[in-house]
Nanobody, 125 residues
Framework: QVQLAESGGGSVQAGGSLRLSCAASGAMYSRYAMAWFRQVPGKEREGVAAMRSGGTTTYADSVKGRFTMSGDYTKNTVYLQMSSLKPEDTGVYYC???????????????????WGQGTQVTVSS
């Protein structure tokens, strides 16, 4: 069973960049579908980026062209590079994993069985 630990959150001004990391342990992340979600108080978790075990990535329309998800096998870590950040990107960002997720469902919270503890991202205007 894989375990996940996020890091890299913080506070930035609008237009800035951050890179989030999700370190996997207990199993290789490459054998899982991986995803990043974010949540703000009072709202459901929103899928922002996902990567299936074959490396195919999917992004929410709200982050396309600004966020990039990638992985490093040698570090067993996936990343979310966030650029041109906006105040509406503020939230707690979670890393998630599941052994298999259908190609049309990669940004659905219900598809993922393992979650990290989350890391806060705050973007000020």
């Amino acid at each position: 069973q894989v375990q996940l630990a996020e890091s890299g959150g913080g506070s930035v001004q609008a237009g800035g960049s951050l890179r989030l990391s999700c370190a996997a342990s207990g199993a290789m992340y490459s054998r899982y579908a991986m995803a990043w979600f974010r949540q703000v108080p009072g709202k459901e978790r929103e899928g922002v980026a996902a990567m299936r075990s074959g490396g195919t990535t999917t992004y929410a329309d709200s982050v396309k062209g600004r966020f990039t998800m990638s992985g490093d096998y040698t570090k067993n870590t996936v990343y979310l590079q966030m650029s041109s950040l906006k105040p509406e990107d503020t939230g707690v960002y979670y890393c998630a994993a599941d052994p298999w997720v259908g190609s049309s469902r990669t940004l659905r919270e219900s598809e993922y069985s393992t979650w990290g503890q989350g890391t806060q991202v705050t973007v000020s205007s």
